[in-house]
């Protein structure tokens, strides 16, 4: 009867794609802050957006609609699975080491462009529907050329699978250059773009953002993924590509952000196939108020036939008692997220376990088991926030040349833990939530006397997320109302943690209005 995540699951990858689908809420009527999912939504190439912030369910819902729109006729075009697995971080940073950053992008839109050429031949070669419309001869010649780069095709292989592979057989930089500079490279291109794709239904292939490997190594796996976009986004211009080869990729915030720094700013300005997820106070409402409207009757403390957050709760409003004045419960539970779905779906999903404790309990303070289940969700956040900014930290430490980062890294988790209780020091010895400009040098000296060097700390903190800035009483974080700058503006009045911090650090609550 009772669910035991009734909001739904918090990894979207993790989620049954049917599930998704069914329980998909459409922000957009409701708010220009996230994309459209309309006719044009199909066309879609780009979806981005931050960690947790519905990537994996649009994509899911986007090849839903592609799959109704074709429905009627049968093989009128093939879509491949959602890939959501790149395992490579330690061959990553390999490969970025190999070339100085003025050329890495380069490097890595080509390597992605040559990973997808050798997906796409490889579905001609192992997928009935597909190859049953190429020519003998043709299918020999793929299969010539998968021998050329000694890369295998006996099965049928994604994008992520051969991007791996790549990197793993060509280990060095000039093997690198040597399969990037292939002269079968001009073969493939040929015909794949004037025989196979003209003869062959749209092929569409979802690469969904990986978010748990961009995390073990940021400033990489960024670099890796702006190569991602470019080359998706060059094929375009090719039209048979653009009509028969429907790429989709999941693409982090942080990455996209890069890319408009770039020299690539004027043209993706104003991009019809980017859907970005930003999402706010006021779309996140929505998103919670329909998520309550699903639930199941027996959830509701109220009058269930009214289905919202006072009905859910009990109650609408929460006291807070450190500013002596009342706050609407909505937002209560916002601001202590990270102004993701997937923040809401994880309090939420606690929160929806006191109509059971209320049925056991007639006496319970339903106001107290709110602020107590917020405030653990919240410092899981906060936890989560300081761990990412430590494997940061890590990385930024790691030498130059270092090759073997699974020794650095993975092997050394005590390391790691040990850069997340500086930080956490770091944070706990200012004891505040707020802070004037002044005090962000006590911040410095503080991590540079902890760390014994200077970390960029607050760089680290405003690229993740935790420190952020006050302007004419709007907060703003990195990425939210285009704050797409990689360093902190240190010219402002006032700065703030978020409110998960707070819970996660346990320090003063000092600011007289709440951070949301």
């Not at 697995?85 to 190999?98: A, E, M, N, R």
């Not at 937002?331 to 209320?358: A, E, F, G, Q, W």
């Amino acid at each position: 009867m009772y669910d035991i995540n009734p909001f739904g699951n918090t990894d979207g990858a993790q989620s049954n794609p049917q599930d998704l689908v069914e329980n998909f809420i459409d922000i957009i009527p409701r708010s220009a802050a996230v994309g459209g999912v309309g006719e044009e939504f199909i066309s879609m190439r780009f979806i981005v957006g931050s960690k947790g912030s519905g990537k994996t369910h649009y994509m899911c819902v986007l090849r839903e609609r592609v799959l109704e729109k074709n429905k009627s006729n049968y093989n009128s075009v093939f879509l491949s699975d959602i890939e959501n697995s790149c395992d490579g971080t330690d061959l990553v940073i390999k490969f970025s080491q190999h070339y100085n950053s003025d050329i890495l992008n380069e490097k890595w839109k080509l390597l992605w462009e040559k990973a997808i050429y050798c997906s796409v031949m490889s579905l001609f070669i192992n997928v009935e529907e597909l190859n049953e419309r190429v020519s003998e001869d043709n299918l020999n010649l793929l299969k010539k050329y998968f021998e050329d780069l000694k890369l295998t095709y006996d099965c049928r292989m994604g994008v992520y699978n051969y991007f791996v592979q790549i990197l793993y057989i060509y280990d060095t930089k000039n093997k690198v250059d040597e399969f990037l500079n292939h002269k079968v490279w001009f073969n493939v291109k040929e015909l794949l773009i004037h025989k196979v794709l003209r003869i062959s239904p749209p092929i569409y292939i979802f690469l969904d953002s990986i978010d748990d490997d961009y995390e073990h190594a940021p400033a990489y796996w960024q670099k890796c993924q702006k190569g991602l976009f470019i080359a998706v986004y060059k094929m375009l211009s090719v039209n048979i590509i653009r009509e028969k080869l429907h790429i989709i990729v999941n693409i982090r915030d942080t990455v996209f952000a890069s890319i408009k720094r770039s020299e690539h700013q004027t043209k993706i300005a104003n991009e019809s196939h980017i859907l970005r997820l930003h999402w706010n106070k006021k779309s996140l409402s929505y998103f919670l108020d329909e998520k309550i409207r699903l639930l199941k009757d027996c959830f509701f403390i109220g009058n269930f036939h009214n289905k919202n957050i006072q009905e859910w709760l009990g109650i609408s409003q929460m006291h807070n008692k450190v500013r002596n004045c009342s706050e609407d419960v909505t937002n209560y539970i916002i601001r202590h997220t990270r102004c993701i779905p997937r923040d809401i779906i994880n309090i939420c999903n606690s929160l929806s376990k006191i109509k059971v404790l209320k049925l056991e309990q007639s006496n319970l303070d339903v106001e107290e088991e709110i602020r107590l289940r917020v405030s653990n969700c919240a410092k899981e956040i906060g936890d989560e926030m300081l761990a990412i900014c430590a494997k940061q930290i890590v990385i930024d430490e790691m030498p130059k040349n270092s090759h073997s980062f699974s020794d650095v890294y993975t092997s050394v988790d005590e390391y790691t833990k040990s850069r997340y209780n500086m930080l956490r020091q770091v944070l706990k010895n200012l004891d505040t939530d707020t802070f004037k400009k002044d005090d962000l040098k006590k911040i410095v000296e503080e991590s540079k006397k902890i760390f014994e060097r200077d970390i960029h700390i607050l760089d680290i903190l405003w690229l993740n997320g935790i420190l952020g800035y006050v302007n004419n009483e709007q907060v703003y974080f990195y990425m939210n109302h285009n704050s797409i700058s990689t360093c902190l503006d240190q010219n402002y009045d006032e700065y703030v943690l978020r409110s998960c911090m707070i819970d996660a650090l346990d320090i003063k609550n000092l600011r007289s209005r709440p951070v949301i």
